[in-house]
């Protein structure tokens, strides 16, 4: 979205059963991330899950040993793609029996918030949830200008948006999808598309300004979180691929408007050739051309 026209980021909401005094805790460390809906029961988290008011459960362990067993097992199996997180403040005799019940329960993320450190933690995990959704979104609209697209294809734009920021160079997209780097490169040559370090690039920083809207994330949180060597590195970066500091980056693009950018460079002008492109199985019209200089 350019300037002039950005507009306050829609924010995921999180259903929580919390204490009384972890919820001012979350209150806090969602501050810009997120909205916590806080509840008294787990059947109005659950409730929340159904109509689709909440995208993640923040579920306390203490709060944890008042509630069903079988309830939470049930949440967890009718809703495997909404992450149930378990929080941790304080230790009780009952502490390490609750935690590993939730842990065979299905509720496989656990923040220990009994350290400072464990309120980032969970602070970093709210905004990794949020970049989550607009990855999401980009694959859902990709998935639309590309009809037909192969398998292969698809994985490759896949990996662009779910393995940030794991993946965060074309030797580690080549490793994931099989291929030499050298071979995955020249494959985007022959069929006349961009780079596919042009694609990540751009898919990286579709991440680094949905974090952007978190009025709360510093440039060096932001390219933290991202795995850039440094905050100096994330902004090479952004001056690279934009030609404009991260503070300008900032100012001009939400995440919507970073995929629609995306899509404008990288997708549209090239629908026809992606929807047929194979990079991990190159088609032997492109093998018999010559190799780039």
Known sequence: MAAGTRRTPERSPVSTMLTPMERSRVDAAAQGLCDPLHRESLDEVISDLRQRRASLVLISVTRYGMQS????????REFPRIPA??????TQNSTPHSTLALGQLGVRTLVD???????QTLRNLLASHGSSDLQRSALSQISLD???????????????????PRIS???????HMNILPSTLMSRFFRAKLPAPKRYLSLARLVSAARLFENSGLSVARVANHLDYSSPQSFGRHVRTV???????????????????????ELVLPYAATLSAFKPAAASPGWMAKSPPR
């Open 113 to 119: 918030a009994r350290q400072p450190t464990g309120w």
């Open 69 to 76: 067993s079988s309830r939470v097992a049930a949440m967890v």
């Open 242 to 264: 934009m030609r404009m500091s991260p503070v300008a980056f900032r100012g001009l693009y939400d995440g919507q408007g970073m995929v629609q950018y995306f899509r404008k």
């Open 146 to 164: 590309l009809p037909g697209i192969s398998p292969d294809c698809w994985r490759f734009f896949e990996l662009l948006f779910i393995g940030a």
């Open 85 to 90: 997180v378990a929080l941790l403040t304080e």
């Open 169 to 175: 160079t074309v030797r580690q997209l080549a490793r």
